[in-house]
């Protein structure tokens, strides 16, 4: 079966300029998420607590608050957050924020996949998983173009969820290479494969081996 790979003509009449997001950890992925979006002319909020990462934001130019309040407004609720950790955020700081009809969007599908996070019913659940750091998502914006991601809609609670997933990916620049539609679950466990049986030890036992 052929893959569909969707460039800016692609996602042009899906696209949402008006969208707004809240991204929630202002780390690597965080950071280019939220500079991305942005610089692309989409209403930003940052929920970071203080620390190195509240001060980074401070000097990106944004006013970072607790994610609970931070959430509250926006459209879409982006996670960027450790998987160990962004669980126990989103049960003390983000559920009780959720209203109807907004999005929470994912950059990993882990805790979605494995049941640690369960958005509720009357929320769009998404993804957008860049294929590389957020310094490169970042750098590779800066330079008028994209690294390719992953895109999924686990929940259409809006019948919209898909135009935000397509927005967001269009905002960070990943539409300017290429994006290819996945499920959470094939998301997760590609991911997880090409980490610890590739990269953080496969390639490593195959080059002593081969020695």
Not at 31 to 55: C, I, K, M, W, Y
Not at 112 to 132: S, T
Not at 171 to 193: H, P, R, V
Request: glycine share 10%.
């Amino acid at each position: 079966m052929a893959v569909k790979i969707y460039q800016d003509a692609d996602v042009a009449d899906a696209v949402n300029s008006t969208l707004s997001f809240c991204v929630v950890g202002y780390g690597n992925q965080g950071r280019a998420h939220a500079l991305n979006l942005r610089d692309s002319d989409h209403p930003v909020t940052v929920g970071q607590r203080q620390g190195e990462s509240f001060d980074t934001a401070v000097a990106d130019g944004f006013s970072p608050m607790p994610a609970s309040k931070a959430a509250k407004d926006a459209d879409v609720v982006i996670l960027a957050l450790p998987d160990e950790t962004a669980a126990e955020v989103y049960k003390r700081e983000i559920a009780g924020s959720l209203r109807v009809g907004q999005a929470i969007g994912f950059i990993h599908g882990f805790n979605v996949h494995y049941g640690f996070i369960n958005p509720p019913a009357d929320v769009d659940v998404i993804m957008v998983a860049p294929k590389g750091p957020g310094s490169l998502l970042r750098s590779i914006y800066v330079e008028g173009k994209g690294i390719p991601a992953l895109f999924s809609v686990h929940q259409d609670a809006t019948g919209i969820a898909r135009s935000r997933a397509l927005t967001w990916a269009a905002g960070i620049g990943s539409s300017k290479s290429g994006l290819i539609e996945t499920a959470f679950a094939d998301e997760t466990e590609t991911d997880l494969f090409g980490e610890q049986v590739v990269l953080c030890g496969g390639v490593a036992a195959l080059t002593k081996a081969a020695f």
